[in-house]
């Protein structure tokens, strides 16, 4: 992916275009709040759909993946296609499409329908995601203008999330599943208009534009073949052919994908040669993890609220309001702190904090109480994720050659929903597992089941704990304060 010399008329950080900026911010933080409220609304109504539609506890999660994986696997070639073909022209073309899709899975009357529907929306924003990021970081060529543009960056997309949850309760409670869809339209329409308004194009004027769709499409498929194999593992086992079967042929996949674009790519989406860079590896690590942590804490602890407390859809949206808070509070301060501290210093407290978070979710039981078992450790959680969101976006592109910016950005987008994806692929094989284990020959009765679920899901945060331990080790490679 290339970046290229952006408008000076559109970048200036002279009073004269400070509106500009200001309007320029606004739009990217909306069209990124749109693609992290998709994840995270859904959660909360993943009950209401599995009743309307027919799913069963494993395909569940389906709806969430679908998404997430189709992101993933194009987020560098919806970068590239931006970069070549004008990023105005092709983010409005992903703000429609997404539109689109809401509007489709929102009418759905079969699982399928609504499968598909998610992973076409993944698409769509695996072409506005990047785009945001390249904007903001060709558009704040001022260093400290740039930190707190990706704060306010980062704090939307924690936020957008948490917050999803909220609407997610609400809409669901008070209308039905299917508005988590449609709330999408209206904010759809807004976004298109602001970004015809205030965006310039700007594009990659060289005469080559050759797009790696072999290398889009092996990842992609590699990663939907192995989240499929890593869900059957549920209802046949680890060591079943229906799960080892797509299990090696989804590593296989992925192994097609490095060498594409380590051999045969004229114009790889993901130079191997990126990884070069300490800052952006640690980056990238530290976002898969993050983004297993933050995704299957929304999963997790959304049927932990309604299967073992009975909790309603508007009351489980509530309960995420603190996560929210403390997301966009500890966003606010991440820049700073990076400046002052360095990107090591920063990372590495805000994993510890979102590994603590999730440990102390870990002693979760059916008597916990949200008060006393759920209000402290999302706090602690929130004001991680907050952290490490923001500082993770200024570390995942410090240092990087200018005309490598909109993959830098890209890959991170990439890797951020790659970990939620099979992060919770396989927190939710082990809860699964755990749950079945337990019921196996008892007789299942509403307090077993509640006592079921509980440890599952207690589990699999547990196991999500260790996840944010690898990035706090990953987090102690990106570089320190400058100086230093």
């Known amino acids: ?46 009950p209401a759909i599995q009743s309307s539609l027919g799913f069963s506890a494993s395909s569940l999660q389906w709806v969430v993946n679908a998404y997430t994986i189709t992101f993933a696997g194009f987020l560098l070639l919806g970068g590239r ?28 009357q079969n699982s399928g329908t609504l499968v598909t529907a998610r992973a076409v929306q993944g698409l ?4 506005i995601a990047p785009t945001t990021l390249a904007v903001l970081g060709t ?64 594009r990659h004027e060289g005469s080559g534009k050759r797009l790696d769709v072999p290398g889009a499409v092996a990842v992609t498929a590699g990663l939907l073949v192995l989240v499929l194999g890593i869900v059957q593992s549920g209802p046949h086992g680890w060591d079943s052919a229906q799960t080892l079967v797509p299990l090696v042929a989804g590593l296989l996949l992925i192994g097609v994908f490095v060498l594409i674009e380590g051999r045969f790519a004229a114009e790889p989406l993901m130079p191997l040669g990126i990884f070069r860079s300490r800052s952006v590896t640690a980056a990238n690590v530290v976002a ?10 929304f999963y997790f602890l959304t049927l932990f609220l309604h299967q073992v407390r009975d909790y309603s859809p508007l009351r489980t949206g509530f309960a995420y309001l603190p996560l929210a808070v403390s997301i966009m509070v500890a966003a606010q301060f991440s820049a700073a702190l990076v400046r002052r501290t360095g990107a090591r210093v920063t990372l590495v407290a805000g994993m510890t904090l979102t590994a603590g978070g999730l440990l102390w979710l870990a002693f979760l039981d059916e008597n916990s109480t949200f008060a006393a078992a ?22 995942g592109v410090a240092g990087v050659p200018p005309h490598q910016a909109g993959l830098a950005s890209g890959l991170l987008n990439a890797t951020r929903q790659l970990g939620g994806a099979l992060g919770l692929a396989v927190l939710a094989a082990l809860a ?5 284990d337990l019921l196996d020959g008892a007789k299942p009765t509403a307090q077993l089941l509640r006592h079921a679920y509980a440890s599952g899901y207690a589990l699999a945060f547990g196991v999500a704990a260790g996840l944010a331990a690898v990035g706090v080790i990953a987090a102690f490679a990106a570089p320190g304060k400058p100086g230093n």
């Open 1 to 46: 992916m290339t970046a290229q010399a952006p408008d000076t008329a559109a970048v200036s950080a002279s009073p004269q275009t400070a509106p500009r900026l200001g309007l320029v911010l606004t739009v990217c933080c909306l069209a990124q709040f749109l693609v992290t409220l998709s994840v995270a609304v859904v959660n909360i109504a993943l």
């Open 81 to 108: 296609i931006a970069d070549l073909f004008g990023r105005r022209r092709i983010f409005l073309a992903g703000i429609a499409l997404f539109t689109l899709a809401s509007l489709v899975g929102g009418i759905s």
């Open 124 to 127: 769509a924003a695996a072409v």
């Open 139 to 202: 558009t704040f060529t001022d260093p400290h203008q740039r930190h707190k543009a990706f704060g306010a960056w980062g704090a939307v997309s924690g936020a957008g999330g948490a917050f999803g949850a909220l609407a997610g309760g609400v809409l669901t409670d008070q209308l039905s599943w299917r508005w988590i869809l449609f709330i999408n339209i209206p904010i759809g329409v807004v976004l298109f208009a602001g970004v015809a308004w205030v965006i310039t194009e700007l």
């Open 288 to 297: 898969m993890t993050s983004g297993a942590a933050l995704f299957g804490t």
């Open 374 to 395: 759920v209000l402290g450790p999302t706090i602690v959680l929130g004001a991680g994720q907050g952290i490490s969101m923001a500082a993770s976006a200024i570390a």
């Open 432 to 436: 699964t597992t755990h749950v079945k």
